[in-house]
């Protein structure tokens, strides 16, 4: 009886010990959540992040409401060069939020404070 309750515990651990180290490649697991920081140029990451967020009807566009045209890379350039347009992106208490209708994703706040932080090209 002893030797049988001695096999089967034994038999229980070998089943149930785990089979060692397990792996997953993230972009599997979480697809989408990539976030490219090394291509940060205007073109690559963020004229989409302007038109898809910041350049829509009735804000930052020709007759919007929003201070500047970001469709002209000029009047994006203006918002970056005086200082309101990361803050702003970062909804700092000292600023306007933007977007208004929610955050940007993390991925493309700091896209663009790459981008700012390498001049802010029209590359």
Known sequence: MRNATVATIIAVLLL??????????????????????????????????????????????????????????SELSEQVSNGRLLPSIRREASSIPMPPGGTLRACEIRQLELWVAAGAQNN
């Open 16 to 73: 149930s010990a785990s089979p060692g180290c397990y792996y997953d490649n993230e972009e599997e697991l979480y697809p989408n959540t990539f976030c490219d920081t090394v291509n940060t140029s205007y073109s690559a990451a963020i004229s989409a992040i302007i038109e898809s967020n910041c350049a829509t009807p009735g804000c930052h566009v020709a007759g919007g409401t929003g201070t500047g045209n970001f469709t002209v890379f």
